[in-house]
């Protein structure tokens, strides 16, 4: 099903759910139509999804995973110059409880990773990095995206229903429309 408006192209697509976000069909479809592999993606959360090969660049909390660095998704957005990236692929833990295991499984403490302060400072590195007319694609329970409020504009909402007890996947596909001066923390 695909809903059009003026501005948002909303579609629902049921699928089975998958730990590894990009294998799931639906969001795999997606990505193949809105991923240009020829322009400069990262994906700061990357898990399993380099052998993908949607993103140049990608991290992982976890060194089990093969990625490229192995850093605080944070620390790793701070590494790149400002309206320098092409698109962000941006599919963090979905909730706390997610994000503790994450830290509990590479030895480290969570500390303020789960206040809301933490996530607006990673939306503004991906602000600050991203490039005009850029996209960023978020993998969430919601459809918050990075924000108008940091310039972006949504432009498609995938909803992956999965059935049963588990939760739907909401994938927003966000540009970015303006660019904002530095934005202090």
């Given at each position: 099903?695909?809903?059009?408006?003026?501005?948002i192209?909303?579609?629902?697509?049921?699928?089975?759910?998958?730990?590894?976000?990009?294998?799931?069909?639906?969001?795999?479809?997606?990505?193949?139509?809105?991923?240009?592999?020829?322009?400069?993606?990262?994906?700061?959360?990357?898990?399993?999804?380099?052998?993908?090969?949607?993103?140049?660049?990608?991290?992982?909390?976890?060194?089990?995973?093969?990625?490229?660095?192995?850093?605080?998704?944070?620390?790793?957005?701070?590494?790149f110059?400002?309206n320098?990236?092409?698109?962000?692929?941006?599919?963090?833990?979905?909730?706390?409880?997610?994000?503790?295991?994450?830290?509990?499984?590479?030895?480290?403490?969570?500390?303020?990773k789960?206040?809301?302060?933490?996530?607006?400072?990673?939306?503004k590195?991906?602000?600050?990095?991203?490039?005009?007319?850029?996209?960023?694609?978020?993998?969430?329970?919601n459809?918050?995206?990075?924000?108008?409020?940091?310039?972006?504009?949504?432009?498609?909402?995938?909803?992956?229903?999965?059935?049963?007890?588990?939760?739907?996947?909401?994938?927003?596909?966000?540009?970015?429309?303006?660019?904002?001066l530095?934005?202090?923390?």
């Open positions: 099903m695909e809903i059009k408006n003026d501005n192209i909303f579609e629902r697509k049921w699928a089975m759910p998958n730990k590894n976000t990009y294998t799931i069909k639906p969001i795999r479809d997606l990505l193949d139509l809105e991923v240009d592999k020829n322009l400069f993606w990262i994906d700061p959360f990357a898990n399993k999804s380099k052998s993908m090969g949607y993103a140049k660049v990608t991290n992982d909390l976890n060194p089990e995973f093969d990625t490229d660095y192995h850093l605080d998704a944070l620390e790793f957005l701070k590494m110059d400002d320098s990236v092409d698109g962000v692929l941006f599919d963090p833990p979905f909730d706390n409880r997610q994000l503790a295991e994450c830290y509990k499984n590479v030895g480290l403490s969570l500390g303020d789960s206040k809301s302060d933490y996530w607006t400072k990673i939306k590195e991906i602000q600050r990095i991203t490039k005009l007319n850029s996209k960023v694609i978020s993998f969430c329970w459809s918050g995206g990075i924000g108008k409020t940091l310039g972006f504009e949504i432009q498609k909402i995938l909803l992956v229903p999965h059935g049963g007890i588990h939760n739907d996947t909401i994938v927003t596909v966000e540009i970015k429309r303006f660019w904002l530095r934005i202090k923390d």
